[in-house]
Structure formats: C-alpha cells, structure tokens
C-alpha cells in the first residue's frame, strides 16, 4: 500500500510517498481503508520530533481517518467488515490503509461524507472537551476565541455559540473573520490591525471574558489573558504561532483565574468511556445539522507534504483533508 513517509525527522518537504506492507489487525484492532485523512497542526510537530507523541521511524502521519473496515482482529464482535467508522490513531493515517484499536474507532452517521468525518474528530473532540470539561462554559459566559477560523479555532466558535455562550472571534484577516461570523461569532477582532486587550474591553464594557480558547500562542497570550473576567478560565490549546509564552504568574492572582491545559490525545486515553460519550454527543449534533463542518481544501495522498506545509504556514481555514480514496 502507499503511504506519506516520515524517514527522517524535519520539515514536510522531507516526507517521501512510499509502499508499505499491507497491516494485519491483531487482538482488538480492526483494519480500515482510507477514504480521506485529516491534517492537523500536530502533523506539523510530529514529523520534526516536536510533539508529545514520538513513534519510532519510519510512520506516516495523519491522526485521523474515514473508510472503511475491510479486516477484522480477534476478538471484534461489535464491528464488521464494510463498516464506515472514523479512525483516530494519533499517527498513521496518512495511508491507504490503517490499523486502528478498537477504542480509537466510532461509526460514521448515515449520510456523513468521508472528508467531513475525516476531519472531525480532533478538531470537535478537542474545543468540546476544552469547553466542556476543563473550561465548564455554561450559557450566558462570553468566550474569546484566539485563532479562530483555523481548524479548532473555527470548532470552538461554533460550539461555543451552541453551547449558549456570547463568543468573540479573533483572526489576522477580515476574510477569516467573515468566516467565523458564518459559523457564529458574536463579535470579533482583526488582531493585525487592532490591540486585543483594547478591542475586548470595549466589547464587553470592561469586565472581560470568562473563556479564552488559545490554540496560538505567542505575543498574544499576555494581552488576551489581562482581558479575562474574575473567575475567569484560559484554555491552553496549542502554540500554532510557534512560540511557548511565559505568562506573569501574578497575573491569575489578581485576577482570581485558572490557566487550564487541554491535552485531548491524552484525555481520549485516560478517560476512554468519557470520550467516547464525548463523540457520541457531538456526532448527534452532526446529524442533527447542529454543526456544519467546514472543509476548504482537498489534497491528495501523493500531496500530503504540501498540505502539511500548508497547515505550517497558516494558511488553512476549517479543515484541510487529503482525498486517499474513492
């Protein structure tokens, strides 16, 4: 089978198409072939040895994949072959095919195409945990969304405002924030022509929000977090602008409020029955129309190191997918 090859760790310009031998499932592990994978920022980190996740050389990367089961391991009862399910394996789905535990695996809606699914679970899966579990957002709080029409930017504002909160979009573009408008977003603020801090404080009467979701990082995290309200909850995401910041620990003191760390890799391993209850629901509001995933760009398998790149530079707005097959 084809692959997006990982030989050596660096940038995507330094992944190889290569084949692979075809993987069997063992015990408890289904095999599925590859309909569409998602790109995601951590395909970005994993390839250059960056991310929490370090597989051994060669893997290919890709954390999330739609198709199909076309092989069954010991033991699978509750599956069979011709199943469409999404597959969410932190590596390797940048494949024809890939293997899968059985608890990394979830049934596809009737009606969900393969590049929706394919991009869904991490971005939901991550802002419905970050809201839901380490933020506690409840109707009525205001949340500001930093980075907000990238990938799970886009995702929290629109489950931040299905979850009856006021959210505040922020982004370098207009046309980006014309996007999260679409998806949502109350307000929002071109963070490369206004000051954040001003532009929060204006926008909700001095008091500051009670959420902020920070998928970005960077010079932004200090300005974004002097604008949160008493009680307030930082959701510490990502760094998608590259830098880690330092934040002045005075500052949660003052202002009576929690830094709070979403790992949501890591959650789905820790608390498997909670994230499988997590993606039941969000699946629900999929095919109920309460979310509308966004999908703006397609690549192929053979482009994969493009579209990883692209994703690197920033570029990408909702979801970006690689098409594997038909």
Not at 98 to 111: E, L, Y
Not at 224 to 251: C, D, H, K, T
Request: glycine content about 12%.
């Amino acid at each position: 089978m084809k692959a997006v090859l990982c030989v050596e760790h660096g940038p995507p310009e330094r992944l190889v198409i290569g084949d692979v031998a075809l993987p069997e499932p063992g015990k408890g592990q289904v095999r599925v072939k590859v309909h569409a994978s998602g790109v995601n920022f951590p395909d970005t980190l994993i390839i250059q040895n960056l991310y929490q996740f370090k597989p051994a050389l060669p893997f290919s990367p890709g954390g999330e994949a739609a198709g199909v089961i076309d092989a069954l391991g010991e033991g699978i009862t509750d599956l069979a072959v011709g199943d469409r399910v999404v597959a969410m394996t932190g590596h390797g789905c940048m494949a024809e095919q890939v293997i899968a535990n059985r608890a990394q695996v979830v049934r596809m809606p009737d009606g969900m195409p393969f590049d929706v699914a394919a991009g869904f679970t991490m971005t939901y899966g991550t802002s419905h945990h970050a809201l839901k579990q380490r933020a506690g957002l409840q109707p009525g709080e205001t949340l500001l969304v930093l980075g907000a029409a990238g990938g799970v930017g886009l995702t929290a504002v629109e489950l931040g405002k299905a979850m009856g909160a006021r959210v505040i979009a922020a982004a370098s573009t207009d046309e980006k924030l014309e996007l999260c408008r679409q998806y949502g977003a109350d307000d929002v603020i071109n963070y490369a022509t206004s000051d954040l801090k001003d532009s929060v404080k204006a926008l909700t009467k001095g008091r500051g929000v009670d959420v902020i979701y920070d998928p970005v990082g960077d010079r932004f995290a200090e300005p974004a977090f002097r604008s949160i309200a008493w009680n307030g909850r930082y959701l510490v995401v990502g760094f998608a602008a590259g830098s880690i910041p330092a934040l002045p620990l005075n500052l949660p003191l003052i202002k009576g409020a929690s830094i709070v760390g979403v790992f949501w890799g890591a959650f789905t391993q820790a608390e498997p029955k909670l994230h499988q209850e997590n993606m039941a629901e969000l699946l629900t509001w999929y095919a109920t129309g309460r979310l509308k995933p966004h999908v703006s760009r397609h690549f192929t398998l053979e482009e994969g190191p493009q579209a990883i790149r692209w994703m690197m530079d920033r570029k990408a707005q909702g979801k970006i997918v690689l098409s594997v097959a038909d």
